[in-house]
């Protein structure tokens, strides 16, 4: 089946270490994007990317690295610069902008 | 960055309901999309809308693409349980590849 999986699903990390978030997609999308969400909020961009080896910043993309050398592939990285890294991260691609924004699971981040 | 003003924010109803929602914003969009989100899950798309004045139906749900391309409507008719969730609408520009979404609107149904 085509779509985006991201994993974990669920993620414990301590206070000063990095983690990496993995997204992939198989529907030969070519723009990808990581969204940020936390209780009862809305979604807010912290990175995306239109193609490979190319990727912006979004609203907050401070404590964040995202790497895109495959099409199919746009992992996260929440370094121990994130000063308050736990929440429901989702990852997304989009065929070309502005059309349909398809979603993945999410990998939920909690820091201990 | 960028939102979209969505409302209300929470809607508490009796099962069997309508359900009205929409979204306004300040700035011309191209593309209109609706997704509804489920606790721990990724937001699914349910309704994507792309000419100004259109009204597109998904089973009980309708939304429509504002004439003046400033706003968006989502209806859902006769709300059932499963009906529970966050739901966003998002704005597109033409040539822009990010969208921009609104806040949510929280549905909760009483049996």
């Known amino acids: 089946d085509g779509g985006i999986t991201q994993s974990p699903k669920y993620l414990f990390r301590k206070e000063g270490q990095n983690v990496t978030l993995s997204c992939e997609q198989n529907?030969?999308?070519?723009?990808m994007y990581w969204y940020r969400q936390d209780p009862g909020q809305g979604l807010r961009l912290i990175y995306y990317?239109?193609?490979?080896?190319?990727?912006q910043k979004g609203d907050i993309a401070e404590g964040y690295s995202v790497s895109r050398e495959k099409k199919e592939s746009f992992p996260l990285t929440v370094t121990s610069a994130q000063k308050n890294p736990t929440a429901f991260y989702l990852c997304?691609?989009?065929?070309?902008?502005?059309?349909?924004?398809?979603f993945g699971e999410g990998s939920r981040l909690t820091v201990l | 960055g960028q939102q979209l003003n969505q409302s209300p924010q929470s809607m508490f109803i009796q099962e069997g309901e309508d359900v009205s929602m929409n979204c306004t914003s300040s700035?011309?969009?191209?593309?209109w999309l609706w997704y509804k989100q489920e606790p721990g899950e990724g937001p699914v798309l349910l309704i994507a809308?792309?000419?100004?004045?259109e009204l597109t139906s998904n089973g009980r749900l309708t939304a429509q693409f504002g004439i003046t391309r400033k706003d968006s409507f989502l209806n859902i008719s006769a709300s059932i349980p499963s009906d529970v969730g966050i739901y966003f609408c998002?704005?597109?520009?033409?040539?822009?590849?990010?969208?921009?979404f609104g806040q949510g609107t929280r549905l909760t149904i009483n049996p």
């Open positions: 997304a691609s989009m065929q070309q902008g502005p059309g349909e924004l398809f």
């Open positions: 529907l030969n999308h070519d723009a």
């Open positions: 990317s239109q193609i490979v080896n190319d990727f």
């Open positions: 700035s011309i969009f191209n593309t």
């Open positions: 809308l792309y000419k100004a004045g």
């Open positions: 998002a704005g597109g520009t033409q040539g822009a590849q990010k969208l921009v």
